[in-house]
């Protein structure tokens, strides 16, 4: 878990990024290894457009989908 400073730096990345009109922002943290080339990965955005992609997990202490 990050401290609001982590909030604080995301915001100041966004407010940067914003500046580009890009179509799509990628989170990915320490914890996530790309396994493709970027490359890959804009292309697949580039064939997806105006589509937004979640990941659903199930909360096992209550049984309700939650996006991750």
Do not use: R
């Not at 878990?1 to 320490?30: P, R, T, V, W």
């Amino acid at each position: 878990m990050g401290d609001y400073s982590q909030i604080e730096a995301e915001m100041f990345l966004f407010k940067q990024a914003a500046k580009n009109n890009y179509e799509y922002y990628h989170l990915i943290s320490g914890a996530d290894l790309p396994l493709v080339s970027q490359d890959k990965i804009h292309d697949f955005f580039d064939k997806n457009p105006n589509k937004e992609f979640l990941t659903l997990i199930l909360d096992k202490n209550n049984d309700q989908k939650i996006a991750d």
